[in-house]
């Protein structure tokens, strides 16, 4: 059974810096290209970043030169580093393969910037 568990948002100033941890289990991470994806209230979920398989990196443009997606294969753990955060940055962080299994959806994990 496929399980994604992020874990680490939580409440930060404007420029402040965050770091979201998915735990991924039921198939391994390694084969898979991965991603985040955010929902802010009211918008639709967007792709945030993606690392292949290879290791490859992309992002969306919002969060270039801010956001950093890494994985760990041996923990079978994907990350996201989000510095410079924003207000717009506020959402609910979501991890799935890219691109998504639409039934494994996580809990996400609430990223709230404000002052």
């Known amino acids: 059974q496929v399980q994604l568990v992020e874990s680490g948002g939580g409440l930060v100033q404007p420029g402040g810096s965050l770091r979201l941890s998915c735990v991924v289990s039921?198939?391994?991470?390694?084969?898979?290209?991965m991603s985040w994806y955010r929902q802010a209230p009211g918008k639709e979920r967007e792709l945030v970043a993606t690392?292949?398989?290879?290791?490859?990196?992309n992002s969306t443009d919002s969060v270039k030169g801010r956001f950093i997606i890494s994985k760990l294969n041996t923990q079978n753990t994907l990350y996201l580093q989000m510095n410079s955060l924003k207000p717009e940055d506020t959402a609910e962080y979501y991890c799935?393969?890219?691109?998504?299994?639409?039934?494994?959806w996580g809990q996400g994990t609430q990223v709230t910037v404000s002052s």
């Open positions: 799935n393969t890219f691109p998504p299994m639409p039934r494994s």
């Open positions: 039921g198939f391994t991470l390694r084969n898979d290209a």
């Open positions: 690392v292949t398989s290879r290791g490859s990196t």
